[in-house]
């Protein structure tokens, strides 16, 4: 995983990166073109994989080193960490410095963030989306990235995955569940 900052990243505009205070540059197309389809996106709905409202640095770093051997991310990949806590804001950027940060306060703020962050992919130059988490509100989202053609990945606990995301109409076949351990 690149932490030191380089822009061959490609994140989205509006967001910026944990530990650093300045925009997110907007995507080269020649960039773009040249990481082709090998590009991920991870996104993870921290506060539901960690199963607590709050978090301290330590949840964070045991979700990722737990995230990281599932994922196994690349160089060029992408990760959205979702938080609506303050907070756990600045114990997932503290914890996993270079991924972009979606954040939003409230109710479903995190899972909001993610999906605004979600939404602002070129789905054409990215080969999967790994989701980390399973609440309902992200069915839509995940039927849309997965009937573009790039295949879903859904990594949840059994007891916090909605129904949406296993089956409801419009299910795909590009979308595959798989249940984390206890």
């Known amino acids: 995983m690149n932490t030191d900052g380089n822009p061959e990243l490609n994140l989205p505009v509006a967001y910026e990166r944990s530990l650093q205070n300045k925009a997110i540059e907007k995507p080269v197309?020649?960039?773009?073109?040249?990481?082709g389809s090998?590009?991920?996106i991870i996104?993870?709905?921290?506060?539901?994989?960690c199963r607590k409202p709050r978090l301290s640095e330590g949840d964070v770093l045991k979700a990722r080193e737990a995230i990281e051997a599932i994922a196994e991310p690349r160089?060029?990949?992408?990760?959205?960490?979702?938080t609506s806590h303050s907070s756990n804001w600045l114990a997932a950027a503290s914890a996993w410095p270079g991924a972009l940060q979606a954040f939003q306060r409230g109710h479903n703020g995190a899972d909001l963030a993610i999906i605004s962050a979600l939404?602002?992919?070129d789905y054409g130059t990215v080969s999967e989306v790994?989701?980390?988490g399973g609440d309902g509100i992200f069915a839509k989202t995940l039927k849309e990235i997965a009937q573009s053609g790039t295949l879903v990945h859904v990594f949840s606990h059994a007891d916090c995955t909605s129904q949406s995301i296993y089956g409801a109409p419009g299910y795909t076949s590009?979308?595959?569940v798989t249940t984390l351990g206890a």
């Open 29 to 35: 197309q020649k960039e773009v073109a040249m990481l």
């Open 38 to 40: 090998a590009r991920r």
């Open 43 to 49: 996104a993870i709905d921290i506060e539901n994989i």
């Open 75 to 82: 160089d060029h990949d992408a990760v959205i960490i979702g």
């Open 119 to 121: 939404s602002s992919y």
């Open 130 to 132: 790994l989701f980390f």
């Open 174 to 176: 590009n979308i595959k």
